[in-house]
């Protein structure tokens, strides 16, 4: 599981590292066929997998409640007299989540893209789904954090009420997060103004990879400030009717089935894009080194191009007047 246990409040991980590229990744549809939840702990409560979600949306509409609070609730009211909700068994069950083709080989083989253009690359889940179910997953390890809804769970290690609800809107917070290496989901620095220069992760370096309009707010962000945004879709059912939309309301730039294997459409696309944002950070390190060497330069009190900026030859405006002939 991704091991956040150094993450404290307060320690920014932050300064000048622009040779890191960070993938964000949405995780029901995106990395995995099926929603977490309906990949046996539904079944778990002897519901109907169709059913628990309708009654988990009519729940949030007649109460106005999140929708991610009304399905958590439901989670734990279903297990009632069944069966202990704790860490453990919520990462039994995501141990059981099935993964889309060439996931678990993805992170080695972009990592290795990343080395070959000089970047080192980061792995973030940004989910609406349940964080111990995904760091149970068989990929659970190879994310730096894992931003998900968690329950708190009492002395006896038994959930009992939401800790952290994390909704489509408020996604957008964990990218600032990363941006500025404040990661720690307590950490109040991801508030503090830092000069683009000094951003841990810039956006231009950002890959955020979603299903569906969830993923929108999120989208939109990482395009909006140099980054890339890429839509997948389910190859089996090969339904492309969200990835269209959000190409045509320009919240992604590419698209492509969700293979993450070696040789797919998707790989394909973000070799290319690695290579750009490779390509981009020497520039961008080229363009700060240069600037940072010429304002020294300009502030010394023995620039001779700073004294005399504005000095020129008379005898060089005499031999240019019109007129005068040139020897």
């Known amino acids: 599981m991704a091991d956040t246990s150094q993450i404290k409040e307060g320690s920014v991980d932050q300064g000048r590292h622009p040779n890191i590229l960070a993938f964000c990744y949405d995780f029901d ?11 046996g702990y539904i079944q778990r409560l002897g519901e109907d997998v169709n059913a628990f979600w309708k009654k988990s949306n009519e729940l949030a509409k007649k109460n106005g409640m999140d929708p ?14 069944k069966f202990y ?31 070959r253009h000089g970047l080192q690359v980061e792995h973030y889940i940004i989910s609406s789904g349940i964080k111990d179910m995904i760091e149970g ?39 600032f997060r990363i941006e500025k290496g404040a990661l720690d989901v307590n950490d109040p620095n991801v508030n503090t103004y830092y000069k683009g220069s000094d951003m841990r992760i810039p956006f231009s370096n950002m890959i955020y990879i979603g299903d569906s309009a969830t993923d929108i707010p999120c989208m939109k962000l990482v395009n909006s400030f140099g980054g890339h945004s890429i839509g997948v879709f ?24 969700a293979d993450y294997s070696e040789g797919s459409e998707l790989f394909s696309i973000t070799r290319d894009i690695i290579a750009y944002i ?19 330069a300009l502030a010394s009190d023995s620039d001779p191009v700073g004294e005399h900026a504005n000095y020129r ?11 005068k002939p040139q020897p």
């Open 137 to 175: 997953t068989s990929i659970g390890s190879r994310f730096k954090a894992i931003y998900a809804n968690t329950f708190y769970y009492n002395k006896g290690g038994t959930a009992i009420w939401p800790a952290m609800v994390i909704n489509f809107t408020n996604k957008t917070q964990f990218l």
């Open 29 to 39: 549809k995106t990395l995995s066929p099926e929603d977490m939840q309906a990949q």
């Open 313 to 323: 030859d008379p005898d060089e405006k005499k031999a240019k007047a019109p007129g």
């Open 234 to 257: 389910d190859p089996e059912r090969n339904d492309r009717t969200q990835v269209y939309r959000l190409i045509r309301d320009r919240r992604i730039r590419y698209f492509a089935p």
């Open 68 to 81: 991610n609070l009304a399905y958590m609730f439901m989670m734990l009211d279903g297990a009632r007299d």
């Open 85 to 115: 909700v704790n860490r453990n068994e919520l990462r039994e069950f995501g141990s059981k989540v099935r993964l889309y083709k060439g996931v678990e080989e993805w992170f080695d083989k972009v990592n290795a893209e990343g080395a």
């Open 278 to 296: 490779g390509a981009g950070t020497k520039l961008r390190r080229l363009t700060e080194k240069f600037a940072e060497e010429s304002e020294a």
